[in-house]
């Protein structure tokens, strides 16, 4: 086992007990019998996902339909029928779309050629131990967030209305945050491999340094001649970098732009209520303000990570732009400026199947968004009195 493996084994077990087919295929005898109760296991979290979060959807817009009370007994205009019914159809399509989506991405040889990209990138930089300690340290922040998030999430669910299922309700918390708990994983997975992949370019700038390190007692034709073989596999190892952002756009692609869609919907018809609230003098939603918080807070880590790899990989043009081979041959000084426009046109980033990027940039985006929305539905629901 590798290092890197080492490194990310306790989040590839943890993926494994909700059915996702995580790390390394390997060969093994029983190998048909793992992936079958592995796929049995994943089908069954699928399905309960499915199954809970639409009964929870369709039941609560029947009461508020047939009652005409909202949870905290106020009358419900027609714009607060239909603020509540979008966030329950937001939420429903969350939890569906990111879970059955990443389940089946799990299985696909997109998966398998991320990992094996980032498994054969390790053969080829040789990453030290500051390396494999950052990206354990990534995973134990991780799982921390991670266990803060499930016992939060709980306390407050065990006291929501949205689970309000009759005797069902006590099953229906558990799966509920099993459920849950599910999503924030796969969230947990993609920013550690964004944090691991900056690291690989990191460590990618570092080696630019060490390029035109040689002999001086070498002749000028040797010197030249190492400096194109060492910028040769630099070139095929950023290459390869550059794939593993590809692979992770091909994988979490749909589940950030169902997360971006379900936190931008979620900041409308939270930040409605919460005016709704303060206008009409009435107690504020505490769960919404909540929920409000830890949106913006997954938000925020998704835009860093995204943000972070971004700028650790467009600052390698610029390193690559302080390499002066001036004693090199004019063949060597068109390689290195020819590399140099490879690796600007590259310029990897995190998007959402290519609709945007993910990043800070997407922020003013949003809140712009957000209030002219709010100011709207703030109008309707004052005409609607």
Request: proline residues 2%.
């Amino acid at each position: 086992m590798l290092k890197v493996e080492k490194s990310l084994w306790p989040l590839t077990v943890w993926m494994r007990i909700f059915g996702f087919h995580m790390g390394p295929r390997k060969k093994r005898t029983n190998s048909s019998r793992y992936s079958g109760g592995l796929l049995a296991a994943g089908s069954l979290m699928v399905l309960s996902t499915i199954g809970l979060h639409f009964t929870s959807f369709v039941l609560e817009i029947l009461k508020l339909r047939v009652n005409g009370i909202g949870p905290n007994g106020t009358n419900v205009t027609t714009a607060n029928l239909l603020n509540t019914g979008i966030e329950h159809l937001n939420n429903t399509w969350l939890f569906i779309g990111v879970h059955v989506s990443f389940f089946f991405v799990s299985l696909t040889t997109n998966w398998k050629t991320l990992w094996n990209s980032l498994l054969l990138m390790e053969k080829n930089l040789k990453f030290n131990s500051d390396f494999h300690r950052k990206c354990r340290k990534s995973v134990s922040v991780g799982f921390a967030l991670l266990l803060i998030d499930c016992v939060s999430h709980l306390l407050v669910s065990i006291r929501s209305f949205y689970w309000d299922m009759g005797k069902m309700r006590p099953l229906a918390i558990i799966l509920s945050n099993i459920s849950r708990m599910t999503i924030a994983s796969v969230f947990l997975l993609f920013c550690v491999l964004a944090r691991v992949i900056t690291l690989v370019f990191q460590g990618l700038n570092d080696q630019i340094s060490h390029l035109t390190e040689a002999d001086k007692l070498l002749p000028f034709f040797l010197s030249s001649r190492i400096l194109n073989v060492r910028l040769e596999k630099w070139r095929r190892n950023h290459t390869l970098a550059c794939e593993l952002v590809d692979m992770v756009n091909k994988c979490f692609g749909l589940v950030m732009l169902v997360t971006i869609v379900n936190v931008f919907v979620s900041f409308v018809t939270t930040s409605f209520e919460i005016v709704s609230s303060v206008g009409n003098n009435e107690t504020l939603p505490f769960l919404l303000i909540f929920i409000f918080i830890k949106k913006s807070i997954l938000l925020a880590i998704t835009f860093h990570e995204s943000f972070r790899l971004q700028s650790e990989a467009g600052r390698t043009a610029a390193f690559l732009r302080k390499l002066h081979p001036f004693t090199a041959d004019l063949l060597t000084q068109i390689k290195v400026n020819t590399v140099v426009m490879e690796v600007t046109h590259a310029s990897p980033k995190i998007t959402a199947m290519e609709f945007f990027d993910v990043n800070i940039r997407l922020l003013p985006t949003l809140i712009g968004s957000t209030l002219t929305y709010v100011a709207i539905l703030h109008q309707v629901a004052a005409h609607s009195k």
